[in-house]
């Protein structure tokens, strides 16, 4: 089974700190994401990486950085998180010619 | 652009009565359409795909799903549902150049006794 793992269930972080999300999978895909999931308004994509050290902007990147130096490794950066960004973020990991996406357990956020 | 529309912010369901949740899309390219379920503080966990071939799509926990074409429609459904099911379910869609996954806002099902 694929395995995708977030670093913390759950964080608590102040205005104007910097925050890294870790995501780790265990099934050699080459593709990963990361979204927020807001209630009412579902999951939207904020950057998503098609290899190593490759990125791309999602629907929602401002605000957020993304660093993949390591196949297995997707990381996603607040550089100066804001209460706008208390939020449930949620990894996933794919393999190219297949559609379906793995997700982890996710992270919730919350920025004081 | 694609789009998925999930009407039905909540259903509410008495236990062992059958359900549908609805889920249109559209899109101007052929499309690979799915289901995923998310149990309370959990990531999601995918149901069931429409990739092609048969438009009745039959999905884990007894769940199914049936393409249909002509109305954009991939609609959810479970002929008896137990308390277990309560979750949030996401349409999605995906295809064209990037094949990225497009969701919907999502589908509360709350199963009571």
């Known amino acids: 089974d694929v395995k995708v793992t977030q670093s913390s269930r759950y964080l608590v972080k102040r205005t104007g700190e910097k925050v890294f999300l870790e995501c780790v999978q265990d099934m050699d895909h080459e593709n990963m994401f990361w979204y927020r999931q807001d209630p009412g308004l579902g999951l939207r994509l904020i950057y998503f990486?098609?290899?190593?050290?490759?990125?791309e902007k999602g629907d929602i990147p401002e605000g957020y950085s993304v660093s993949r130096e390591k196949k297995e490794r997707f990381s996603l950066i607040l550089e100066s998180a804001s209460t706008n960004q208390t939020s449930m973020y949620l990894c996933?990991?794919?393999?190219?010619?297949?559609?379906?996406?793995?997700f982890g357990p996710g992270t919730r956020l919350t920025v004081t | 652009a694609q789009s998925v529309t999930q009407l039905d912010s909540q259903v509410p369901v008495f236990e062992e009565a059958p359900v549908e949740l609805r889920c249109n899309y559209s899109s101007s390219v052929s499309v690979y359409l799915f289901w995923y379920v998310q149990y309370p503080n959990q990531g999601l966990q995918l149901l069931l795909k429409?990739?092609?071939?048969?438009?009745l799509v039959k999905g884990i926990n007894g769940f199914e799903a049936e393409f249909n074409k002509s109305q954009t429609s991939f609609h959810l459904r479970k002929p008896s549902v137990h308390i277990s099911d309560t979750a949030e379910y996401f349409c999605a869609v995906s295809g064209g150049a990037t094949n990225k996954l497009i969701f919907g806002t999502g589908t509360l099902l709350a199963v009571q006794p």
């Open positions: 429409y990739l092609s071939g048969s438009t």
């Open positions: 990486s098609y290899d190593v050290k490759m990125k």
């Open positions: 996933a990991s794919r393999t190219p010619g297949r559609n379906e996406q793995y």
